[in-house]
């Protein structure tokens, strides 16, 4: 069973921290749907040093979610032990998390995130420091390396291990692959191989299956999932089957998706408003959305609605659609 310095997973299916995406209201929904752990998305160390109301507004974690991992990010020794000790007297956090493989510019430019994975001797130092300087469990998500000609993959866990962290999470791909081409799972094992800690593996687990094959493949304590659970929490439900019981669960029907859209919207709605809410689900809506036949009217209205209301007769209105064809099709 996956286990993080003194805190224990029901399972190993680990729900990837994502920025814009792992707010309470969608890691809660994930949560239960049966996640060992779910992650928050990074909030960065100056928002939180500097009382940003935003940056504050994203530590809040609902009791129905732990155990959960909290993600900072930074780049400088000192905003990143401040932010860490913030975090862990202030919030009910089980982990902290310190983000190491963010691809995108305007973090790598100002050297936090994945720009860390060119230096060894700085992911010691940083993590070290964090270590020494809070009570939590301190691990650190990472990707496999910055380019092709600079995979520091084992370095880097060692370095974290070296340093006293808890556990490493490992996307497959470097940093200039963003999020194209293939994970190399081969570099995992070599990470599961090369540390005593906990390894969570990361990347193209899109299918129970694929989420049972990183596992015995690469031997990794938990296994991460992260853009096949977006507005696909099933995916999450359906893969700690699989690995309990080798029973391969239907997928949903449009209706259970649509009830579980508009749960997620509600959570959304009391966690900030319905004005912010109803905008920011119009991705999370075109992803429930997604392989449900004739969606395409509902998510260009989706994206012009500003009322839970809207939202719901758009979104009903479509399963009626799609199961009234389907009678029609069972009375042929």
């Given at each position: 069973?996956?286990?993080?310095?003194?805190i224990?997973?029901?399972?190993?299916?680990?729900?990837?921290?994502?920025?814009?995406?792992?707010?309470?209201?969608?890691?809660?929904t994930?949560?239960?749907?049966?996640?060992?752990?779910?992650?928050?998305?990074?909030v960065?160390?100056?928002?939180i040093?500097?009382?940003?109301?935003?940056?504050?507004?994203?530590?809040?974690?609902?009791?129905?979610?732990?155990?959960?991992?909290?993600?900072?990010?930074?780049?400088?020794?000192?905003?990143?032990?401040?932010?860490?000790?913030?975090?862990?007297?202030?919030?009910?956090?089980?982990?902290?998390?310190?983000?190491?493989?963010?691809?995108?510019?305007?973090?790598?430019?100002?050297?936090?995130?994945?720009?860390?994975?060119?230096?060894?001797?700085?992911?010691?130092?940083?993590?070290?420091?964090?270590?020494?300087?809070?009570?939590?469990?301190?691990?650190?998500?990472?990707?496999m390396?910055?380019?092709?000609?600079?995979?520091?993959?084992?370095?880097?866990?060692?370095?974290?291990?070296?340093?006293?962290?808890a556990?490493?999470?490992?996307?497959?791909?470097?940093?200039?692959?963003?999020?194209?081409?293939?994970?190399?799972?081969?570099?995992?094992?070599?990470?599961?191989?090369?540390?005593?800690?906990?390894?969570?593996?990361?990347?193209?687990?899109?299918?129970?299956?694929?989420?049972?094959?990183?596992?015995?493949?690469?031997?990794?304590?938990?296994?991460?999932?992260?853009?096949?659970a977006l507005?696909?929490?099933?995916?999450?439900?359906r893969?700690?089957?699989?690995?309990?019981?080798?029973?391969?669960?239907?997928?949903?029907?449009?209706?259970?998706?649509?009830?579980?859209?508009?749960?997620?919207?509600?959570r959304?709605?009391?966690?900030?408003?319905?004005?912010?809410?109803?905008?920011?689900?119009?991705?999370?809506?075109?992803?429930?959305?997604?392989?449900?036949?004739?969606n395409?009217?509902?998510?260009?209205?989706?994206n012009?609605?500003?009322?839970?209301?809207?939202?719901?007769?758009?979104?009903?209105?479509?399963?009626?659609?799609?199961?009234?064809?389907?009678?029609?099709?069972?009375?042929?």
């Amino acid at each position: 069973m996956l286990k993080i310095g003194d805190i224990e997973m029901k399972n190993p299916v680990v729900l990837a921290p994502m920025a814009g995406v792992c707010n309470s209201a969608f890691r809660l929904t994930v949560k239960e749907f049966g996640a060992g752990l779910v992650c928050a998305e990074m909030v960065s160390d100056k928002g939180i040093i500097n009382k940003n109301e935003k940056s504050l507004n994203m530590l809040y974690i609902d009791e129905r979610e732990k155990p959960l991992s909290l993600q900072i990010m930074g780049a400088q020794k000192e905003s990143l032990v401040e932010a860490a000790s913030f975090v862990d007297k202030n919030t009910n956090a089980d982990i902290i998390d310190i983000n190491m493989g963010c691809p995108v510019p305007k973090i790598v430019n100002c050297d936090a995130g994945a720009k860390w994975l060119l230096d060894p001797d700085k992911i010691y130092e940083m993590v070290s420091a964090v270590v020494d300087a809070v009570d939590k469990p301190v691990t650190v998500k990472m990707r496999m390396g910055w380019d092709e000609d600079h995979i520091y993959a084992v370095r880097n866990a060692q370095a974290v291990e070296r340093a006293g962290g808890a556990a490493v999470a490992l996307h497959g791909r470097t940093r200039v692959q963003m999020y194209e081409g293939k994970a190399n799972w081969d570099i995992i094992r070599e990470v599961k191989n090369s540390v005593k800690i906990p390894v969570i593996g990361n990347g193209d687990v899109e299918t129970p299956q694929d989420a049972e094959r990183m596992l015995s493949e690469t031997g990794v304590d938990g296994v991460m999932i992260g853009r096949a659970a977006l507005g696909n929490p099933w995916m999450i439900y359906r893969t700690v089957k699989y690995l309990e019981t080798g029973e391969l669960v239907d997928e949903p029907g449009v209706r259970e998706k649509m009830d579980v859209c508009i749960l997620h919207m509600d959570r959304l709605i009391a966690l900030k408003n319905e004005y912010i809410a109803v905008r920011e689900m119009r991705k999370h809506a075109a992803w429930y959305l997604k392989g449900v036949r004739g969606n395409a009217k509902a998510r260009k209205g989706i994206n012009e609605c500003n009322t839970r209301k809207d939202v719901v007769k758009l979104l009903y209105g479509l399963v009626e659609e799609v199961e009234a064809k389907e009678q029609n099709i069972q009375m042929v």
